[in-house]
Every structure is written in structure tokens, then in C-alpha cells.
């Protein structure tokens, strides 16, 4: 089974789930890597909650697991980095001070609010959020480049009160191609975040519209990741990002 390539432990403040049972369930499915990508989202606006994680501890529990499992499984040592304009030299000194295989880059936060939570959607239109999440998202890019793969690009449609019914990528499609354009320019990658498909959507994230325009302007590798919070559900609905990836002509990427 094609490996996970994003999937949280208990180092996120969101998941309680052992980066132990992670692994043994990963080889369970037979995947031939593994990748742990916590949360670090510097400036988190959301009273209460620390998308910190504890690096210490997280590299010697993770590097515990590569010796414990060397002979099953390759884990790789990833992080997803919350993307905001007023946190470059922060990212730029993580990135420096740790020696990580594989960087997510992704967008939580637009307006100083996560649109996880129904109070972000008071008064607003989908297409107004939606559009202020692309340009939050492609300021965070110009901010800071140093990540492998764009994660879940569309992050904010998965909690639009409306669900997917009002969403059409065409809406958005200058500003969607500014960053796809960017990205590849920058060899970062797209991922294909399918953790959407577990909320019972009929597209990942980023919707396969986006996928296929990251193709047309020039974009050859993509990443593969589920955004797991349980070790249950890793992997979960691969065979549809496998699908979209064999129309579309892609590569997977993978660390060697
Ligand atoms: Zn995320
Ligand atoms: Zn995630």
C-alpha cells in the first residue's frame, strides 16, 4: 500500500493517538514508509490550544521507533508548519535548527481565526472566505518557501457550513493558479490530502479540479497523505487519491 505521507500523533494538541500505534498500524496496512507530521503553527490565535510541539522529545521517540521497527518500516521525521505572513524568521529557525525529512506547509488560520470552528462562518459568504483563505494562504508562501509539499490547499471548504455544494474552483481560478505557478516554480509539491473523503465529501483536498490545473501548468509530483488522527484511520481513502493520480498522470513523491 502506497505510504501515508501526513499523519498526527499525541505531539499535536488535536490527537491522542501513540506515535507506537501509528507505526504498528501503518505496518499493518504494509506501507513502506511512514511519515509523523505534528503540528507547529506559530502565532495560534485559538484560546486554550498549543500546536507546539515538545522537539526533544519528539525527535528521540520517533528515532526510539526507527530503531525498534528498522526492519519493517522507514519513518520519516515530518512536521506540518502553519503557514502565517508575521512568522517567517520563526519557521526559518526551525527549519535551520532541525533536521527534519519532510516539511509540510499548510494554512489554518485566515483573519486571525480557524475556520475549524462555526464562529470564523458568522457573517460571511463562502465565496468571500473562500477567496480570503486562497490570498492568506499564497501570502504565507511568499513569507515563507522552505517546506516540501502544499498541504491540504483548500483547507477551508471542509468546514464551510454549506458544505461542498456552493464550491466551484473556477471561482477562484486567478488566484489558485498564482499559487500553483508559485509552488511549482519553487519545486514545492501538492499534496493530496485525503482526509476530506472521511467526512463523507466526494473530493480531496485540494478539490480534483485544482489537481488537475497543478498538472496543466507544469506540476509533476504530488504528495499523499490522509491528515490521520487515529491510527484507524491511516490510508484512508487512498484508493481514490491513487485514482486521480493515475488520470492525471502524476508522480508520487517519496523520501529515499
Ligand atoms: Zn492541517
Ligand atoms: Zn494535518
Not at 501503518?26 to 505534528?38: F, N, R, S, V
Not at 499564497?138 to 518557501?145: H, P, R, T
Amino acid at each position: 500500500m502506497l505510504s501515508d505521507y501526513h499523519v498526527h500523533s499525541n505531539f499535536s494538541f488535536d490527537s491522542e493517538e501513540s506515535p507506537d500505534n501509528i507505526v504498528s498500524r501503518a505496518i499493518e496496512l504494509g506501507m513502506p514508509c511512514i511519515a509523523i507530521t505534528d503540528h507547529q503553527d506559530f502565532n495560534w490565535p485559538v484560546e486554550g490550544e498549543f500546536p507546539y510541539i515538545d522537539f526533544d522529545n519528539y525527535f528521540s521517540t520517533l528515532d526510539e521507533l526507527s530503531s525498534k521497527y528498522e526492519d519493517k518500516i522507514k519513518i520519516i521525521k515530518g512536521i506540518e508548519l502553519g503557514l502565517v505572513e508575521d512568522a517567517k524568521s520563526q519557521c526559518q529557525n526551525l527549519i535551520k535548527n532541525n533536521a527534519f525529512d519532510f516539511v509540510i506547509g499548510s494554512c489554518h488560520i485566515v483573519d486571525n481565526m480557524d475556520p475549524y470552528y462555526s464562529g470564523f462562518w458568522k457573517n460571511r459568504k463562502d465565496r468571500d472566505a473562500f477567496e480570503l483563505y486562497f490570498k492568506t494562504l499564497l501570502n504565507g508562501i511568499k513569507s515563507f518557501d522552505r517546506f516540501d509539499t502544499l498541504g491540504h490547499m483548500d483547507y477551508i471548504v471542509r468546514y464551510s457550513p454549506n458544505k461542498d455544494t456552493n464550491y466551484s474552483v473556477l471561482d477562484y481560478r486567478d488566484i489558485i493558479d498564482e499559487i500553483l505557478t508559485l509552488i511549482i516554480s519553487k519545486n514545492i509539491k501538492l499534496e493530496i490530502n485525503t482526509a476530506n473523503l472521511a467526512k463523507g465529501f466526494s473530493f480531496p483536498n485540494p478539490h480534483t479540479d485544482i489537481i488537475k490545473r497543478y498538472k496543466e501548468l507544469g506540476g509533476e509530483y504530488v504528495t499523499v497523505g490522509s491528515d490521520a488522527h487515529t491510527a484507524e484511520n491511516i490510508g484512508y481513502g487512498f484508493d481514490v487519491a491513487e485514482e486521480i493520480i493515475k488520470n492525471f498522470n502524476l508522480n508520487i513523491f517519496t523520501i529515499k
